[in-house]
């Protein structure tokens, strides 16, 4: 009896020591869990404004370079509970070192509305809509707004051999220089709604003024004006001058990104519904004149040739130009 004792004994301390060095075994590889992996982990967020007009109870995701595994998701406001319409806020703790692609699409319960301002109207984006943005480095970019110029920048980002941070960041520069004219921090600034924009810094309202003017794309384009509804519109719109941003690129990697100045740019395109708008050709689904719906700002603003008139122009320029772009964005 005594050495059966003795023998289980010897037993139920063996099955204990192995059970402790595997488990201290697991927490010492990769990423696995344990106490020691859990105090050093570190929170990453990323917040900004979705917008094309100001998307409200949209779904934002984020993942780490191609992985289609999210690393983190959101809700766009809607202007009550204390969060504004189109804002959003990442946050994650697994570990990234890729550039961030943040997505945004409408929500599975139908609820999400898009502001037109066209139509003074919100519509509800269909299910295949989508805005993106792609952050070259998570560690110190905190704020990254998500607008139609954001996905014509993803879309030449994607078109880039591997996408690096500094393909990433090229991409944004091929932007600012070819669509804004060089205007950095209208590129960055945040989307306002067109009700907003009395107290709106310059940069604000040149971007407010640019989504306007997609807006009105939607409307005017020959291919796009045909869609069946207002939101379908505003798709093929964004879609269009995402298609085309990434055609007029001749290269794009680590060294910069150089415009194909054989194509028709996304500016061109924008310059021409703003002409159209001028001359009051665009009309909404009820055949008004869209100037008609637009805050009296906006309007001077596309009759008189200011803000969006001057920085359309500029990137224009700069896209026939054909000069390679760098920049750290």
Known sequence: MNSQLIQGFVIKTLATTVAAAFALGLGGCGGGGGAAAASTSTTTSIGGVASKGLLKHAQVTAY????????????????????????????????????????????????????DEATKADVTPGPSFKLRAIVADSSTVKTQNVTPATDMASAVAEKAVSLTAKAVANANALIVATVFGGDKSAYEAEPKSPNNLVTAKPEEKKLASLLTTISAMAQDDAVCKTKSTDAAKIQCAVESLSKEAKDSV?????????????????????????DDLKTGKVKDHDGHDVRDNLPEIEKADIENDQGIGVMLAAGSATAASGVSITGGH
């Open 64 to 115: 780490c370079g191609s992985s289609s595994i999210a690393l983190a998701q959101d809700t766009t406001g809607d202007g009550t509970g204390g969060k504004a319409k189109g804002a959003y806020t990442l946050s994650w703790t697994s570990a990234c070192s890729e550039p961030v692609k943040i997505v945004v699409t409408p929500s599975a319960d139908g609820q999400t509305r898009m502001e």
């Open 250 to 274: 001749e290269k794009i990697d680590d060294d910069g990104a150089k415009p194909d100045k054989t194509k028709q740019s996304p500016a061109d395109m924008l310059a021409k519904t703003r």
